[in-house]
């Protein structure tokens, strides 16, 4: 799997003097990982935001820290924006060994399409999202791709136990987990109208039921009538 290349810097600006950096076009960021020392980093944003829309957290990335004889190979662990998602604020890597095994979630994409899609009235049901699994940093998949033209029946499934990748890699979901299924979509739409229709034929009824009936007034003997 080809690797990304970043570069970084030591950084010691911290804390809240890091709104300075970001005001120039740089992003703090923090290498850590399993006996190594954290380090203060800093990158260039407009390359690091590249870096991520590609790598996402299942790439492998050389991190080439100014100074350091070799880079590091290195996952993205987190990365924080602001409320909008349009600031990049920090981003977390973690520096692994390549020979050691990691657990890493990596995404499930759905590709292809079933026959039984051409029916309206079916829908795709999706199960898990997010894959666990274990191996060596360099055999981490992107994602994993879930073809579901195969499903030719009703409520026919694929499962975890279904999905076939690297024998060194280890799959830690229950292989029963289901990923993603074809069904009938419910008919909750149709017993909503008629639900709908006997409320307003209620409530037409109680429009048009009569009220008491109100006792009309007693007519007075006119003061003609009551002179004969």
Known sequence: ???????????????????????????????????IESLALQCDTTELKKVI??????????????????????????????????????????????GEKIEVDVPIVVVGESPLMKDKNRMVSHGITELSIECTPDKVPPQIEVDISSLVELDQSIDVKDIVLDPDITINDDPEQLIVKITEVMEIEEEAVVEEAEVVEGEEAVEGEAGPKAEEPEEKPSAEASSE
């Open 53 to 98: 829309s590609y790598a996402g957290e299942t790439r492998l990335i050389n991190l080439k820290i100014k100074g350091d004889k070799q880079p590091r190979n290195v996952f993205i662990r987190e990365v924080q924006s602001d409320v909008f998602g349009k600031q990049l604020l920090h981003v977390d890597f973690y520096q692994v060994k390549m």
């Open 1 to 35: 799997m080809d690797k990304l290349t970043l570069t970084a810097e030591n950084r010691s600006v911290l804390g809240k003097r890091n709104r300075f950096l970001r005001r120039q076009g740089i992003t703090p960021a923090h290498v850590f990982g399993h006996d």
